[in-house]
Structure formats: C-alpha cells, structure tokens
C-alpha cells in the first residue's frame, strides 16, 4: 500500500478544485487566513478522495464541516450526505451485577505474582498507546474495535502521504518559480 | 452439493408421509432400516464395534462431513423422538470439526450413542405412534424447524469443504485451528483470530512507517505510528503554511497549469508514463516538450508547468533533489 501516482493526481484535482472556490476571497487575506483556507481546501480533497467509505475520512469531513460548511457543500457535491456521516456508537450498558462481580475479580487480582505485574503493566501501556493512536487519527472515537482502528490508520497514513507528496511538489515548485 | 440436495428432498418427503397414513409411515421406517449405508450397521453395533466404525466413517471426515450431518437430517424428519437433543448435538458437531479433531471423535462418539438410543427409541415409537395422532400435528411443525436447520446445516457443510479452495467466504465463521496445547473452545478461538488479525495489520503499518521495522513490541511499534501520523499532520501543516505565504502568485499559476493541463493531457501525461522521472530531469526533454505546449506563457510559469506534473505523479523524492535543497533540509529538520 503505498501511495500511487493515480491517487496523487486524483488527489490533486480534488485540491485544485477547493482552491478554485476559495480564489475569489484568497487575494486580500492575512496569511493565515490563507494557509486555513489551503489546509481545508487540502483536507476535505484527502478525504474525498475515500468517498466516504473510511472512517476517518467521513470524521475529518465532519470536523471540517463545522469550520467552513460552504466550501465542504461545495467540494462535496458528487457525494451523498448520508455516507458522510458517522454513526455514534451505542453506548455500552453496564449490568449492576456484572460491575459488581468484574470489582470482586479486580480485588482478588491484587495478589498476583511479579511475572503477572510486569505483563498487566505492558497490558496498560499498549492500551494506552492504543488511546494516543484514537486520539491521533480522526474519528478515531468511532471505530468499534483495534483490528478496525488498526486498518483505518493503514489507510489515514497512505492518504496523508500522498497529501504530503502532493503539496510538497507543488511548494517546491512555487520555490523554483521565486528563484528564477 | 447435490447428493445433499436430494437428500433433503427425501426428507422432505418423509415429512409429507407424517401426514398420510401409519401404515405408509411404518412402510417409510422400514425403507429406512434397509437404507445403504452406515445407518444399517448400527442398529447391529456392539460396543466392540463401534471404534472400529469410527474409524472407517471418520478418517476422510472433512470431506464426508457434510455428507453424513444429512443423513443424520434425513433420520431426524423420520424418527420424531428426540428431536431437539440430536439437533443440538449436530450444531455441537459442527463445531467440533472446526475445531479439533479430537473433539470431532468424542462427538461423533456421542452421536453413536444417541443413534443407538434412537434406533431403541424408533421401536418403541411404532407402538406409541398409533395411538397418537394428535400430537403429530406439532411434530410436523417442529420438521419444518428441523428441515430449516438442515438447509442452514447444508450451508455450513458447504462452506466447509469448499475451505480448503477459497479460504473465507463467510466472514461469520472464524476457520482457525488450534495446535497443540492451545485452548480450544470457542471464546479463545476468536480471539486468537483477533489478535492474528491485528498482528498482520501491524505487519502492514511496519511496512508503512519508516524506521519502525527495527522496533520489536506492540506498544513500541504504536507509539512509532503515533509519531509518524502527527508528524505527517504537522508537515501538512506546515506544507499550507509555506503555500500560503507565496500564495498570491502561485495560485493563480495553479489555476493556470491545470486549465492548461486539462487541454494538453494527452501531450503531457504519455511521455510521463513511458520515462522516468529521473531520466526526463536531466535531459533537457520536458523543458522542450513543454514549451511547444505553453508558447505563449513567460517563463516563470513555464517553470513551475513544466515542474508540476513531474514531481506530482511520481514520487515527489526525486524531483525535490533537483529543484530546490533547502526547503529539503527544512523537512528534514522536521524529522522525516
């Protein structure tokens, strides 16, 4: 899975697409007015690119959404709404008597050996790992279990690497314009 | 697949003679005492007989499999004594086979036994059956269960022995085995399978992410991915931020380029298939190729055209050696 040259160039159309609606209002900004308006412009294209098929795609949409609906509706009219959004998890409902009974095992827990220690502490530090990833990729919240997360992150990472090659060719570009 | 096909037809047929007359029935009952097959032995088996049985029934097991759950089916519609159990024994069954094989001959022993009760039970049955005609109302409704569950039976069976030419059609039954000392019942099997699962995807992020190959442990590997992803974030970050200070210009030569591109696809994007990038960067070919597709451009943004699509759909890696070193050394200062 490594980015190909067909998503780079999917991708690019995309960018060139959301940067064509934000053109009229681009030329009188602050730069930072106009770097939120390429890194948004570049999200919602990275994402797009999944047709709302991902996880985190139908996430990064969502949080892009609440920053600039416009340009989302814009850029998104080929896909349709639906598919775009994440389903909320069902909360998970705790038995009283099923906590009661896992509190009586976490108390007979306590005297456990050395060996069992050591592996229940390498236990706690890859969930909490596991939390960071959550965290990290968007819509991490959402997906129901590792294998899933595990996946999703896959393809978060190839995306963002043709994102990444794209924008970096194109800065490089702009540099090799202002030295001539 | 079609033997069993028939096979259910013929049960279906001993369901419509629950409905006809007992003397048709006990006709049926006596078919099926002289039916080929294994069946027939058993009614004669001893307890000295009986592994001797197995082992001639269940050494190609996996591929009599299904072959023999319908048969059992097929006795189940005719003999409506102790349903239910049996057909909990065969769901038991089934497991077994995915299972271990070990487990597969305890229970087929099991069923060997049950097969013999019924054959006691069938006679008994013949006497009773007579005088109940009422209750053969609700033991056809509980066939037409049965024969549900035969179909659904016929599935898995199906799906069995096509497991060893496509692996997983179904996603909802876990085809693992256990080796030897490993835990067996079901619960550890799928999260055996879980963790295989995961442990193949890691492989693929390992892959993935460089310089995450030499880390050895999960929580390692995962704080590795977690690096690699923020770090990719904070460079799109970044990447928009320098965009975005030479923008005014540049993006009107984005515009330019692509309107240009669409038009000339064909001119630029074959040659960019056929060579690669390294090649047309040091011969002084797309400059020349391009200039007879912009003519009418200065040459600023004959520049950045002719830059565009090279470094764009390849790699990127290569053409940035080329162009411009410094804003090299700057990503690299942001650590990848």
Same mark, same amino acid.
């Given at each position: 899975?490594?980015?190909?040259?067909?998503?780079?160039?999917?991708?690019?159309?995309?960018?060139?697409?959301?940067?064509?609606?934000?053109?009229?209002?681009?030329?009188?900004?602050?730069?930072?007015?106009?770097?939120?308006?390429?890194?948004?412009?570049?999200?919602?294209?990275?994402?797009?690119?999944?047709?709302? +098929?991902?996880?985190?795609?139908?996430?990064?949409?969502?949080? +892009?959404?609440?920053?600039?609906?416009?340009?989302?509706?814009?850029?998104?009219?080929?896909?349709?709404?639906?598919?775009?959004?994440?389903?909320?998890?069902?909360?998970?409902?705790?038995?009283?008597?099923?906590?009661?009974?896992?509190?009586?095992?976490?108390?007979?827990?306590?005297?456990?050996?050395?060996?069992?220690?050591?592996?229940?502490?390498?236990?706690?530090?890859?969930?909490?790992?596991?939390?960071?990833?959550?965290?990290?990729?968007?819509?991490?919240?959402?997906?129901?279990?590792?294998?899933?997360?595990?996946?999703?992150?896959?393809?978060?990472?190839?995306?963002?690497?043709?994102?990444?090659?794209?924008?970096?060719?194109?800065?490089?570009?702009?540099?090799?314009?202002?030295?001539? | 697949?079609?033997?069993?096909?028939?096979?259910?037809?013929?049960?279906?047929?001993?369901?419509?003679?629950?409905?006809?007359?007992?003397?048709?029935?006990?006709?049926?009952?006596?078919?099926?005492?002289?039916?080929?097959?294994?069946?027939?032995?058993?009614?004669?088996?001893?307890?000295?007989?009986?592994?001797?049985?197995?082992?001639?029934?269940?050494?190609?097991?996996?591929?009599?499999?299904?072959?023999?759950?319908?048969?059992?089916?097929?006795?189940?519609?005719?003999?409506?004594?102790?349903?239910?159990?049996?057909?909990?024994?065969?769901?038991?069954?089934?497991?077994?086979?995915?299972?271990?094989? +070990?487990?597969?001959?305890?229970?087929?022993?099991?069923?060997?036994?049950?097969?013999?009760?019924?054959?006691?039970?069938?006679?008994?049955?013949?006497?009773?059956?007579?005088?109940?005609?009422?209750?053969?109302?609700?033991?056809?409704?509980?066939?037409?269960?049965?024969?549900?569950?035969?179909?659904?039976?016929?599935?898995?069976?199906?799906?069995?022995?096509?497991?060893?030419?496509?692996?997983?059609?179904?996603?909802?039954?876990?085809?693992?085995?256990?080796?030897?000392?490993?835990?067996?019942?079901?619960?550890?099997?799928?999260?055996?399978?879980?963790?295989?699962?995961?442990?193949?995807?890691?492989?693929?992020?390992?892959?993935?992410?460089?310089?995450?190959?030499?880390?050895?442990?999960?929580?390692?590997?995962?704080?590795?991915?977690?690096?690699?992803?923020?770090?990719?974030?904070?460079?799109?970050?970044?990447?928009?931020?320098?965009?975005?200070?030479?923008?005014?210009?540049?993006?009107?030569?984005?515009?330019?380029?692509?309107?240009?591109?669409?038009?000339?696809?064909?001119?630029?994007?074959?040659?960019?298939?056929?060579?690669?990038?390294?090649?047309?960067?040091?011969?002084?070919?797309?400059?020349?190729?391009?200039?007879?597709?912009?003519?009418?451009?200065?040459?600023?943004?004959?520049?950045?055209?002719?830059?565009?699509?090279?470094?764009?759909?390849?790699?990127?890696?290569?053409?940035?050696?080329?162009?411009?070193?410094?804003?090299?050394?700057?990503?690299?200062?942001?650590?990848?």
């Amino acid at each position: 899975m490594q980015p190909t040259s067909s998503m780079n160039k999917e991708f690019l159309k995309k960018w060139q697409m959301g940067l064509q609606i934000f053109r009229p209002s681009i030329d009188n900004t602050s730069v930072s007015e106009r770097k939120r308006a390429i890194k948004l412009s570049a999200d919602v294209a990275m994402a797009s690119l999944r047709k709302g +098929t991902t996880c985190w795609s139908r996430a990064l949409i969502q949080k +892009t959404a609440s920053e600039d609906n416009f340009l989302v509706r814009q850029m998104l009219s080929g896909i349709k709404e639906e598919t775009l959004i994440n389903k909320k998890l069902p909360k998970v409902m705790c038995h009283r008597k099923i906590v009661r009974r896992s509190k009586k095992i976490l108390m007979r827990r306590k005297s456990r050996s050395a060996m069992e220690e050591v592996a229940a502490k390498a236990k706690k530090l890859v969930k909490r790992k596991t939390q960071g990833l959550r965290n990290a990729v968007p819509g991490g919240e959402f997906m129901s279990n590792n294998v899933l997360l595990i996946q999703e992150t896959l393809d978060y990472i190839v995306s963002l690497q043709t994102q990444v090659n794209v924008m970096r060719s194109i800065v490089d570009a702009a540099a090799a314009g202002i030295e001539r | 697949m079609m033997m069993m096909n028939g096979e259910a037809t013929e049960a279906e047929l001993f369901l419509n003679c629950a409905d006809m007359s007992v003397l048709e029935r006990q006709r049926a009952h006596l078919n099926h005492h002289h039916y080929p097959g294994f069946f027939s032995n058993s009614s004669t088996i001893n307890g000295g007989d009986i592994d001797g049985f197995l082992a001639s029934a269940g050494l190609d097991l996996p591929a009599v499999y299904g072959y023999t759950t319908v048969h059992g089916d097929a006795r189940i519609s005719v003999t409506p004594g102790n349903i239910t159990t049996e057909s909990g024994n065969f769901k038991k069954r089934k497991f077994g086979c995915v299972e271990t094989e +070990t487990k597969v001959c305890n229970e087929k022993k099991k069923m060997m036994m049950m097969m013999m009760n019924r054959e006691a039970a069938v006679e008994e049955e013949e006497e009773e059956e007579k005088s109940k005609v009422t209750e053969q109302s609700n033991k056809s409704i509980m066939m037409m269960k049965m024969k549900n569950k035969a179909k659904k039976e016929q599935n898995s069976c199906s799906n069995d022995s096509s497991k060893v030419t496509k692996d997983s059609q179904r996603t909802d039954y876990i085809h693992v085995r256990a080796r030897r000392g490993q835990a067996t019942d079901s619960h550890s099997i799928a999260e055996r399978a879980r963790r295989e699962k995961i442990s193949e995807r890691m492989k693929f992020l390992q892959d993935l992410v460089p310089g995450c190959d030499k880390i050895t442990g999960k929580a390692g590997m995962l704080d590795e991915i977690i690096n690699y992803v923020q770090s990719l974030q904070r460079q799109v970050e970044f990447l928009s931020m320098k965009l975005a200070t030479v923008s005014p210009r540049l993006d009107f030569n984005i515009d330019d380029i692509f309107a240009k591109e669409v038009v000339s696809a064909p001119m630029t994007n074959l040659p960019n298939t056929v060579m690669p990038p390294h090649m047309m960067v040091n011969s002084g070919y797309p400059h020349e190729m391009v200039d007879s597709g912009y003519v009418h451009f200065n040459p600023m943004q004959q520049v950045v055209a002719s830059s565009d699509p090279l470094s764009c759909f390849n790699n990127g890696q290569s053409a940035t050696n080329v162009w411009d070193s410094d804003v090299q050394n700057l990503y690299s200062s942001l650590g990848v």
